[in-house]
């Protein structure tokens, strides 16, 4: 079946430092991919998205870009921010009538100033 | 986006109870609901897609007896895990879809997740 594989952390980085958090997938057909995050206390949020083969997804200074030759949907930032700690998932779609999702382990990203 | 609340938060049970567990839709009717659990260091799994007015929908190895769902209106859905045990004690959270009608995807908001312990 469909899966996701993402580092898993946790990642601690100083503020203003480059990230990138590794990802992967399998899957049958042409998913839809996505990051999703959840900061401290709230329910996941989504980040990005990206919908077809070479699509790039971009948000609050993320971004991702859907690599079909690779299987791979990277999240990168630039410059992270205190404010961008939080616990981010890779997950695909995988169509079943509704949309169904289906998630990476998610990863632990703490920023200090 | 949409705002997604659950009820309670957190809580803790004796070993046999039966615990439910809230998921509201605030601000928009919500056809389509996903409930998910979280273990530790894991990813979120999905346990079953509940439809308003009709019988949910349950990922294999979910134990539909275990854990009962309604989606009686289209702003509420319910899960109760049945005669706990400590093996259901768990991070469960819901989503609700919403149709975009303008994209292939139905995006879907999460509630803030219920923490269950069982002793």
């Known amino acids: 079946g469909n899966s996701v594989t993402q580092m898993e952390g946790p990642v601690t980085l100083s503020e203003e430092a480059f990230l990138t958090i590794n990802c992967t997938y399998t899957?049958?057909?042409?998913?839809?991919l996505f990051w999703y995050v959840q900061y401290p206390g709230e329910g996941l949020q989504l980040l990005l998205k990206?919908?077809?083969?070479?699509d790039k997804g971009s948000n609050k200074g993320f971004e991702a870009t859907y690599r079909k030759e690779t299987t791979s949907f990277h999240l990168e930032k630039g410059s992270v921010q205190v404010s961008d700690s939080a616990v981010y998932f890779c997950?695909?779609?995988?169509?079943?009538?509704?949309?169904?999702?289906?998630f990476g382990k998610g990863m632990k990203l703490t920023v200090n100033p | 986006g949409a705002v997604v609340s659950q009820h309670p938060s957190r809580v803790i049970c004796k070993s046999g109870t039966s615990v439910k567990i809230e998921c509201r839709s605030l601000?928009?009717?919500?056809?389509?609901m996903f409930w998910y659990r979280q273990f530790p260091k894991k990813s979120l799994m999905l346990m079953a897609t509940?439809?308003?007015?009709?019988?949910?929908?349950?990922e294999q190895g979910v134990e539909k007896d275990k854990f009962l769902i309604n989606h009686a209106s289209l702003t509420l859905s319910t899960l109760t895990v049945t005669s706990a045990h400590p093996e259901d004690s768990s991070f469960y959270i819901c989503?609700?879809?919403?149709?975009?009608?303008?994209?292939?995807?139905?995006?879907?908001?999460f509630g803030p997740g219920t923490r269950l312990t069982v002793l």
């Open positions: 989503s609700v879809e919403n149709p975009s009608g303008l994209s292939s995807y139905n995006e879907q908001f």
């Open positions: 899957a049958t057909g042409y998913p839809s």
């Open positions: 990206a919908t077809k083969a070479d």
């Open positions: 997950a695909l779609s995988d169509w079943g009538g509704s949309e169904k999702l289906v």
């Open positions: 601000d928009f009717q919500a056809t389509t």
């Open positions: 509940s439809n308003e007015g009709s019988k949910a929908t349950y």
